[in-house]
């Protein structure tokens, strides 16, 4: 029986000073605007590993209360008292066991900063190093795109729009597909000659990401047909006709988006290139409307990131 009582003490010394770390944490970390970044219990937990490692400042009863404030992809973190120390992370990757990790590990150096105690671990901007050289998390994104195209040869403009998907599936670099349908119409003595060009287009990009603005620049091909077609104004002197041809380019592109809420992106873009697959239409024996030779145009996108 005597045996039985002890080892339930013992089982209760044991279990104690877990009960009054959990207890601590709750009562020294305050969290602000994190509900859509970070989840608190994950940093907890992830908190009460780094402190079984390194029982540094967050484990002693004088320890300062932690601020965790968050915006957009930011995270400042900041100590109360009498000389009140502060640090800011950039959060690029998407898993919750990561950022909580690397949060976890600035609290326990912030902590060790505050009581002058050195910690002997890699600091959270080394571990972000180490995950942000590889896949960042799915970044894909579908936008809805205005878009106009401006041909030098003729100064001829044509309007249109079309889908957008893309990814910055690594810290720096991504991709971005896009079907674009582009109308103009050109009028004559004899009539309209109207012309259409649908093409796919691919783009590997290279960007840069702040907290709600960010920039994308990249190099593509773009590819497709081009429609024209002949509208008589009237009488059975007069014959239209169609032509089918191949389009497209290469091209270039740079833009910038902004994030005005977590899933929701507009994107502004520009686009230079050539049109290698010159096409025309002839009215009476005169060429009155042509796509060929440098191109520019203007995009706006309106979409979600998933």
């Known amino acids: 029986m005597i045996r039985a009582g002890l080892g339930v003490l013992a089982l209760g010394l044991v279990l104690l000073p877990s009960h009054q770390s959990a207890a601590s944490d709750a009562e ?7 509900d859509a970044l970070l989840r608190d219990k994950d940093v907890r937990a992830r908190l009460r590993i780094e402190r079984s ?11 300062p209360v932690v601020t965790v404030s968050c915006a957009a992809e930011t995270v400042r973190l900041s100590t109360g008292g009498g000389e009140a120390l502060s640090k800011t992370i950039d959060l690029h990757d998407d ?18 900063a505050a009581a002058g105690e050195p910690v002997a671990r890699p600091t959270p901007a080394v571990v972000h190093e180490a995950v942000a050289h590889g896949p960042i998390g799915t970044r894909l994104r579908i936008e809805a795109v205005a878009s106009t195209q401006v041909f030098f040869v003729g100064r001829r403009a044509l309007f249109g729009g079309g889908l957008r998907v893309g990814e910055d599936r ?6 971005t597909l896009d079907v674009l349908e582009h109308h103009g119409a050109a009028a004559t003595a004899l009539g309209k000659v109207a012309i259409d060009d649908v093409t796919l287009g691919a783009a590997a990009v290279a960007h840069r990401e702040g907290a709600r603005v960010g920039v994308r620049g990249g190099l593509g091909m773009r590819i497709g047909a081009t429609l ?14 169609r032509v089918t041809w191949a389009a497209g380019g290469p ?4 833009g910038v988006h902004v994030r005005p809420v977590r899933s929701l992106v507009i994107e502004l873009a520009t686009e230079a290139g ?3 697959f010159p096409t025309g239409g002839l009215v009476n024996g005169q060429r009155a409307l042509a796509v060929e030779g440098p191109w520019l145009g203007v995009q706006l996108g309106l979409g979600i990131i998933l």
């Open 28 to 34: 020294r970390l305050v969290f602000l605007g994190c």
């Open 53 to 63: 490692q390194d029982r540094g400042a967050m484990g002693t009863d004088d320890a």
């Open 95 to 112: 898993d919750p066991d990561v950022r909580a990790r690397v949060v976890a590990l600035a609290i326990v150096e912030l902590c060790a």
């Open 170 to 175: 690594w810290r720096h670099f991504g991709w």
């Open 228 to 241: 024209l077609r002949g509208q008589p104004a009237s009488g059975d002197a007069v014959h239209g006709g």
């Open 251 to 254: 091209f270039a592109t740079l």
């Open 274 to 276: 050539y049109w290698i």
